[in-house]
């Protein structure tokens, strides 16, 4: 494989472009979902997602692209509204609730997934992939429907910039200027299960989470901007999904999710440590020369 | 005196009850708030103060009652109360620095899809200035120390240029310079015609910062002119035995 062929090569280029729109977006939407302290729910989303795209399998008969990920979109939001549900209705704390969920849906998606590779039609359903992840199974038509709808999602984040930065940094006080904060935070979730639903193919639902939460974990290091951070997170979401797919499509049978999140890691790792603005190096720096000039 | 009857009262707040879980945290409570003047909101841990500035504000669904700023119910007033929370409510470590946070009070005038310019920056850089804090526009919030994260947060409501303020414990845990820029700015405030009212815990300063009063504990206790609602009698109401070690008699 050579560079040029990213251009060039059919499979290549999805994989690549496939993979690049997801990184974008779950570095936009994770940086949210990071600041609004939900990576985890995030998590839960993409878990509950694999039943749906069983069940519309099951519904239709049909593995087209927008018929799976529509399935996947309403099972991540029907989790959502369940967890919700459950932290307003019982005493069961946060991360406890996130885990009920999330293993539930999960395990039911498993079974599921049992069900349909035992249907006589179903030899090569293939849904297991959206465990883990098989960019080089991506398609144009697919690629062509996470272009649609990740425009959709950054037109709409770019036009509500200001609104839901406020909305994330102080909610009451979005509330008393007059916002409809309900509204916004619905927004911002929906954004986020279509960012998942982006994923699914690519990563796969197991390991969507890290998508969203390292890319955003990893620019926070390098700005105290808001603006910054975001576009930081993109471009780190990016990088690595497009080298975390070629790497998965050059070395036969890798599952895409795992190669993209060990490069995540590793830009996780740099940050943490050479960040430019919390990084673990500057900020011991910074206190020898606070300590010099007390000296 | 000019002010027509109508516009006495900022804030009319009639039998309103507020319950969190069942357990009433405000019961039934009458008070007015008059226009032009700085009003403490005043009495011990859990007697309800920073539930009554949110009920005000529509941030706490009430179980009676009713709430009219102006003349108006709230809801047709949006944007025009400046609120300022508790420093603790907020994570400081928030992507924004003193600048970004202060343009915030602009968001609610500059409406949907249109972003802060060079005139509300430098609009945010004058409130700033007001409180102090000019030269620090620049730093990252969380690296500001806890007064002048307080004075960001005043400097926000400033810029928001409203008639009415709503202060939630600006003076708590603040140093010395802080607690100076918020007497200031709550006379400028008065000074330019706006009502404030702040929640505060100091007995002994209330006097001398404040016009009037509202003391509570769950139920109103009193409210009217500092001078004559802080009375013994009044004061152990709301604070029940201690509170004679609380004031100088």
């Not at chain 2, 516009?7 to 226009?35: C, F, G, M, N, Q």
């Not at chain 2, 804090?133 to 926000?156: D, K, P, T």
């Not at chain 2, 709550?186 to 404040?210: I, M, N, W």
């Amino acid at each position: 494989m050579t560079w040029t062929e990213v251009f060039t090569d059919y499979t290549l280029r999805n994989v690549a472009l496939g993979s690049a729109i997801l990184g974008v977006v779950s570095g936009v939407l994770g940086t949210f979902a990071v600041l609004r302290r939900q990576g985890l729910a995030g998590d839960a989303l993409a878990h509950a997602a694999l039943p749906g795209i069983c069940l519309a399998y099951l519904a239709t008969g049909s593995k087209a692209a927008p018929v799976l990920m529509l399935g996947a979109a309403l099972a991540g939001w029907v989790g959502m509204v369940i967890l919700i549900g459950f932290l307003r209705r019982t005493r069961v704390d946060p991360g406890s609730a996130l885990a009920i969920v999330l293993t539930t849906f999960f395990g039911f998606g498993v079974v599921l997934l049992t069900v349909v590779q035992k249907r006589p039609d179903a030899g090569q359903a293939g849904l297991d992939k959206f465990l883990f992840g098989q960019a080089a199974a991506l398609v144009q038509d697919q690629v062509v429907l996470m272009a649609g709808l990740s425009v959709v999602v950054l037109v709409l984040i770019a036009a509500l910039f200001k609104e839901f930065k406020v909305f994330v940094f102080d909610v009451d006080y979005a509330r008393t200027l007059g916002l409809p904060t309900g509204r916004l935070g619905a927004l911002l979730t929906a954004l986020l299960v279509i960012a998942i639903v982006i994923g699914l193919n690519t990563v796969g639902d197991v390991l969507m989470s890290a998508m969203l939460v390292a890319p955003a974990a990893a620019a926070r290091q390098w700005t105290e901007s808001l603006g910054r951070m975001i576009l930081l997170a993109a471009g780190f979401g990016a990088t690595a999904g497009i080298f975390g797919a070629l790497w998965s499509v050059s070395q036969d049978h890798t599952p895409t999710g795992p190669a993209i999140v060990l490069i995540l890691s590793l830009l996780v790792v740099v940050s943490l440590l050479f960040g430019s603005s919390r990084g673990w190096v500057w900020e011991r720096v910074r206190r020898h020369r606070q300590s010099g000039v007390g000296a | 005196m000019s002010v027509r009857p109508a516009l006495a009262h900022a804030i009319e707040v009639r039998d309103l009850t507020v319950a969190y879980e069942e357990k009433p945290v405000l019961w039934d409570l009458d008070v007015d708030v008059r226009s032009g003047a700085l009003t403490a909101i005043i009495g011990p841990n859990g007697a309800g103060k920073s539930t009554l500035l949110k009920a005000i504000l529509g941030l706490v669904p009430r179980v009676a009652g009713s709430v009219s700023i102006f003349g108006k119910p709230l809801s047709e007033d949006r944007g025009k109360v400046g609120y300022v929370p508790q420093r603790s409510s907020v994570d400081w470590d928030f992507p924004a620095d003193a600048l970004d946070v202060v343009l915030m009070g602009m968001y609610g005038r500059l409406g949907w899809l249109r972003r802060p310019g060079r005139t509300e920056r430098e609009k945010a850089l004058e409130c700033l200035e007001e409180v102090g804090m000019r030269e620090l526009a620049q730093r990252q919030i969380g690296r500001l120390s806890g007064g002048q994260q307080q004075r960001v947060f005043l400097a926000r409501a400033l810029a928001q240029d409203a008639r009415l303020y709503m202060m939630d414990e600006p003076f708590a845990g603040v140093d010395a310079v802080t607690e100076q820029a918020v007497v200031e700015t709550l006379r400028k405030l008065r000074d330019r015609g706006k009502t404030v009212v702040v929640v505060h815990h100091d007995l002994g300063s209330a006097p001398e910062y404040f016009d009037e009063a509202i003391l509570l504990n769950v139920r109103l206790v009193a409210s009217g002119p500092i001078d004559e609602v802080f009375t013994p009698e009044n004061l152990h109401k709301t604070y029940g035995a201690g509170a004679r070690f609380l004031v100088a008699p």
